[in-house]
T-cell receptor, first 114, second 112 residues
């Protein structure tokens, strides 16, 4: 089954404790992206990747890192989480990132930073 | 930065009623997508519209892209409880590789 898998689904942590949210897709997609979703603000893009070793900042990249060492994986790293990073996070992928392509989303990771 | 606005923000209706939700921007988009998101899940694509003035139908859902490619509407006929969810519009930029821009969404509740 074609899917985007995120882990974990829920995460509670404390300020400053490094964490990684994993994302994997099994569709051989070149394009992958991370979003955060906050009430009233919709989905905002954090980082995206057009291919292996190619990443670029989205609209809200501060406080986040990503890497794309393999085509299928695109982890999101919070080196020193802060409470304002409490949010619902989604990973998404599409075939090549061209305008109008279907985005496939994971089921989300609810992060709480205390 | 391209911005998308959606209205209304919240909508609660009875089963069987019709409704329209709107997605507006001051920017031109090369294409626009509508997604539905249910609680605890990621958004799922409903439709992509590409041409100005384009109308697409998906069962009881009708999507329209504005002539100037700056706005779109989603009309649901005879809404059912299964239509409940968060409806998001997303615009793709004019340049290759440009980010998708999402609106804040319309949260629809259809009561039985």
């Amino acid at each position: 089954e074609a899917q985007v898998t995120q882990n974990p689904r829920y995460l509670i942590t404390v300020t400053g404790k490094k964490l990684t949210v994993t994302c994997s897709q099994n569709m051989n997609h070149e394009y992958m992206s991370w979003y955060r979703q906050d009430p009233g603000l919709g989905l905002r893009q954090i980082y995206y990747s057009m291919n292996v070793e190619v990443t670029d900042k989205g609209d809200v990249p501060e406080g986040y890192k990503v890497s794309r060492k393999e085509k299928r994986n695109f982890p999101l790293i919070l080196e020193s989480p802060s409470p304002n990073q409490t949010s619902l996070y989604f990973c998404a992928s599409s075939l090549s990132g061209l305008a109008g392509e279907k985005l496939f989303f994971g089921s989300g990771t609810q992060l709480s930073v205390l | 930065t391209q911005l998308l606005e959606q209205s209304p923000q919240f909508l609660s209706i009875q089963e069987g009623e019709n409704l329209t939700v709107y997605c507006n921007s001051s920017s031109v988009f090369s294409s626009l997508q509508w997604y539905r998101q249910e609680p605890g899940e990621g958004p799922v694509l409903l439709v992509t519209v590409v041409t100005g003035g384009e109308v697409k139908k998906l069962k009881r859902l009708t999507f329209q892209f504005g002539d100037a490619r700056k706005d779109s509407s989603l009309h649901i006929t005879a809404a059912q409880p299964g239509d409940t969810g968060l409806y998001l519009c997303a615009g793709a930029g004019l340049n290759y590789g440009q980010n998708f821009v999402f609106g804040p969404g319309t949260r629809l509740s259809v009561l039985p």
